[in-house]
C-alpha cells in the first residue's frame, strides 16, 4: 500500500511558476513509476508528466518546455516544476504510482491560473 500526499498547488498569475510535491509513504517507492495528472472542470483527467524508476521523463505536449518533473528516492518524493504557467493549466493536479498491478492516487492539489 501506497499513499500519496500532494502539497504546492495554489493561485498563481499567468507566466508565473510553481512547484507541486507529492509525498509517498510505504516501501519501493524507487520503484515505482510515477505520474503527475491533471483534471479541469469538465474534462477527462490527462496525463500531464512521468518518471520511470531510472528516472526516465516523458511529458504531454502541451507542457513540454515549460514543465518538468523530477524525483528523490531517498525523500520518497517527485515534484513537478511548473513554470511559465497559463490559465489553460488551471485544474486539479494527482499524483499517481504504479508497480506492475499496483495504482495509487493522491487526493489532489488545485492550481488555479489567472490571466
Known amino acids: 500500500q501506497v499513499q500519496l500526499v500532494e502539497s504546492g498547488g495554489g493561485l498563481v498569475q499567468a507566466g508565473g511558476s510553481l512547484r507541486l510535491s507529492c509525498a509517498a509513504s510505504g516501501s519501493s517507492f524507487s520503484s515505482y513509476t510515477m505520474g503527475w495528472y491533471r483534471q479541469a472542470p469538465g474534462k477527462q483527467r490527462e496525463l500531464v508528466a512521468g518518471i520511470t524508476s531510472g528516472g526516465y521523463t516523458n511529458y504531454a505536449d502541451s507542457v513540454k518546455g515549460r514543465f518538468t518533473m523530477s524525483r528523490d528516492n531517498a525523500k520518497n518524493t517527485v515534484y513537478l516544476q511548473m513554470n511559465s504557467l497559463k490559465p489553460e493549466d488551471t485544474a486539479v493536479y494527482y499524483c499517481?504510482?504504479?508497480?506492475?498491478?499496483?495504482?495509487?492516487w493522491g487526493q489532489g492539489t488545485q492550481v488555479t491560473v489567472s490571466s
Open positions: 499517481n504510482a504504479k508497480l506492475f498491478t499496483f495504482n495509487f
